[in-house]
């Protein structure tokens, strides 16, 4: 069983910047891949970015070359670093990840979300 724990949202200005961390922890055996979702008011949950275990980067075209995406393969940590902020990217932002657990079994896990909101 992994746990997923993130940190980093809060409040703040439109082209403002913010960076996100989520961490794993709990009966892990290797990490997959780890990646960020956001989920806005109203709307369905969108995929935003992911990292793989070979450390190929994926982004939401959206958020592509405003977001970066980074890992710690010795904390099992993954990090989202938001520049450039507008208000559409108001959400709570939720940490994935896909990993094989110590009975070699490969899971799913999510993270409680951390809100983030762009506003004046």
């Known amino acids: 069983q992994v746990q997923l724990v993130e940190s980093g949202g809060g409040l703040v200005q439109p082209g403002g910047s913010l960076r996100l961390s989520c961490a794993a922890s709990?009966?892990?055996?290797?990490?997959?891949?780890m990646g960020w979702y956001r989920q806005a008011p109203g709307k369905q949950r969108e995929w935003v970015a992911t990292?793989?275990?070979?450390?190929?980067?994926t982004y939401l075209g959206s958020v592509k070359g405003r977001f970066t995406i980074s890992r710690d393969n010795a904390k099992n940590t993954v990090h989202l670093q938001m520049n450039s902020l507008k208000p559409e990217d108001t959400a709570v932002y939720y940490c994935?990840?896909?990993?094989?657990?110590?009975?070699?079994?490969?899971?799913?896990?999510w993270g409680q979300g951390t809100q983030v909101t762009v506003s004046s």
């Open positions: 994935n990840t896909y990993y094989t657990d110590s009975d070699f079994s490969s899971k799913s896990s």
């Open positions: 709990g009966r892990i055996f290797s990490i997959n891949a």
């Open positions: 990292v793989t275990n070979d450390g190929t980067t």
